[in-house]
């Protein structure tokens, strides 16, 4: 009876360490979303670069900064920068379909990076990947179109207020450090 609750004590913690070991392990490529053609993304497919996460809102007045993005997508793409447009109206900013979301990006941005469905970036209900951002690093989006570098390793290496434009040298100097 001893030897199985020693055994059975033991299991327990390891199991417990292996699941700390794999949460210390985490990197933003641990993480997959839907996205706004309702297709499943898993972000492990984009290890060969650093990737700009970016959580957006149609109707907000940071979203002419999607114009910016674009631009970083056309003059980094062949470079493998990835760009991840998280939409989200967790700021009560974004429209309630993809589709309207969708005319947004497209119509008027002509976005050719990932956008995703919307998604919560705070609250109760947030989005495992943001939520892992914020245990992780302690950084959570204060506003619409925040902005996190992770180099191609999956690890976050700066993150950016929604002043701060997509093109910004801030930025920018720090893709060219990673590319």
Request: charged content about 20%; proline content about 3%; hydrophobic content about 40%.
């Amino acid at each position: 009876m001893k030897i199985s609750k020693i055994i059975l004590i033991f299991t327990l913690f390891f199991l417990i360490f292996l699941n700390l070991n794999a949460e210390e392990n985490m990197t933003i490529h641990s993480f997959e979303f839907i996205d706004i053609d309702g297709k499943k993304v898993k972000i492990n497919k984009f290890n060969n670069g650093p990737i700009l996460l970016v959580n957006t809102a149609s109707r907000c007045g940071f979203t002419p900064q999607y114009e910016g993005l674009q631009n970083l997508f056309i003059n980094y793409r062949q470079r493998n920068l990835t760009i991840i447009a998280a939409t989200s109206n967790s700021f009560n900013q974004e429209f309630d379909t993809r589709e309207e979301i969708k005319k947004i990006c497209l119509a008027n941005y002509d976005v050719g990076f990932v956008v995703s469905s919307p998604i919560n970036v705070i609250g109760n209900d947030v989005h495992p990947l943001y939520k892992w951002i914020n245990q992780k690093y302690n950084k959570k989006p204060k506003w619409n179109f925040y902005k996190y570098l992770f180099d191609k390793e999956g690890n976050l290496v700066d993150s950016w207020g929604s002043m701060t434009k997509p093109d910004n040298s801030k930025i920018t100097s720090k893709i060219e450090k990673l590319l």
